[in-house]
């Protein structure tokens, strides 16, 4: 896909000239360079991750299932936008650090064993998966050289205009 500046050309025009072959080449250097001037930090889509993974606390301290899922479905999505972002990082000592490769074994392991807690609605189980993938993100904070990023059971939901209870009726 080719990226247009608008030159006054119109979309017609635009494809026809890309049709042809006829692209300005700076131009779309141009457009990509802005681009990836653009693209927000990891720490933006990290907030992500901790506002869905927060809330996914209080979803399944409340056992409302349903919403536990939903979470931990919006939690996964973050980090995924966060590694599409940056792929990889660099560790303290230079080394490149594979934030797809730490991830897919989250993903892959205490991941799913979370989603089977929320699963068999399991309040437990759930807490120590939760628990557990706690420790497993503070990993790859450490590996990326970011070791003062602790993650922590939440102690407040980040927001107060969601009802955790799953027995809630409305309107309220």
Excluded at 72 to 87: G, K, S, V, Y
Excluded at 153 to 167: A, G, K, L, M, V
């Amino acid at each position: 896909m080719l990226l247009w500046r608008d030159h006054g050309l119109h979309a017609h025009e635009a494809q026809s000239s890309a049709k042809a072959g006829a692209f300005d080449l700076e131009a779309m250097q141009n457009d990509i360079a802005h681009l990836k001037d653009v693209v927000p930090s990891q720490s933006h889509s990290m907030a992500g991750v901790a506002f869905q993974f927060s809330n996914l606390w209080f979803a399944g301290k409340a056992r409302n299932w349903p919403l536990a899922t939903f979470f931990l479905n919006e939690a996964r999505q973050h980090i995924r936008w966060t590694i599409r972002i940056r792929p990889v990082r660099k560790s303290p000592a230079g080394d490149p650090v594979d934030l797809q490769g730490i991830y897919d074994a989250i993903d892959g392991g205490t991941m799913v064993k979370l989603q089977q807690a929320i699963d068999s609605k399991d309040g437990a189980k759930f807490e120590a998966q939760y628990k557990e993938t706690l420790a497993e993100c503070y990993s790859c904070h450490k590996a990326s050289g970011k070791p003062y990023l602790r993650p922590t059971i939440p102690t407040s939901p980040p927001q107060s205009i969601i009802n955790f209870d799953p027995h809630a009726s409305w309107p309220q």
